[in-house]
């Protein structure tokens, strides 16, 4: 990895650590910016994950600190997700290259526009039955495992429908993520799809730029991060689809 391929990957994580505080949707950014700084197709996608881990890492362990622990209701969705999730990466690991960039395009548009125009997560009353959650959270988690950009989203959306208060489906969220991150990865590395000096460099760069997000959040920055983004994933999508 050159030093302008380590900037690039820096900067990448840089700008998706303050999408991700700000909006969500970081991974929307930082697989296509691994591919042009050299870690390509699947390689991007596991190396990817090592940030994804510890940053949800990092903020599970502020939700437990503060009291939102692991509960009996949450084991359900996480055995759930934990299948689909195991699904989705062995399934995506063996892909080909062409094919994993093509398809993460495509659905790297209908995300974005997820992400910017989010609808509101209502809380509605009561709970689903068990076989509802089980075959949600195991889809979801074919998804996670597979791809992860735009899960939280999806994850906050489907969580508090099922019935959870928006705190607690945001604590839920990041221990699904982490569930689901712990896999793939253990997936990934046991396939070589892992590359670990841009995953380090990814790390340190979207760790940073959470806390930037955090606080361009207060001062009102999202009108500005928000068409940036937009911008700048279809200028990538285009790139991954092999349209330049």
Sequence with gaps: MSW????????????????????????????????????????????????????????GWGFWRRGYKLTKEMFPILASVAVGGLVGALVVSGVDDEVFEKAFGL??????????????????????????????????????????????????????????????????????????????VVIFISRDQVRWAPALVLSAGSTIGGYVGSQIAVDGGEKVIRPVLVITVIVLSGRMLGFY
């Excluded at 930082?30 to 994950?49: D, S, Y």
């Excluded at 979801?140 to 928006?166: E, F, K, N, P, T």
């Design 4 to 59: 302008i391929e380590a900037s690039l990957i820096f900067a990448g994580g840089l700008f998706a650590g303050v999408i991700n505080a700000m909006a969500g949707g970081g991974s929307l950014l930082t697989v296509p910016l691994l591919a042009l700084g050299g870690v390509e197709g699947l390689l991007a996608n596991g190396t990817n994950r090592i940030a994804v881990l510890m940053q949800t890492g990092g903020a």
């Design 107 to 184: 659905l790297m548009i209908p995300l974005v526009i997820l992400v910017v125009f989010k609808p509101k997560a209502k809380t509605t009353p009561g709970t689903w039955p068990l076989w509802v959650t089980v075959l949600v959270f195991f889809a979801i988690g074919i998804y996670a495992g597979a791809i992860q950009a735009g899960v939280g989203l999806i994850l906050l959306l489907v969580l508090s429908r099922a019935g959870h208060d928006l705190v607690a489906a945001n604590a839920i969220k990041i221990y699904v993520v982490i569930v689901v991150s712990v896999i793939a």
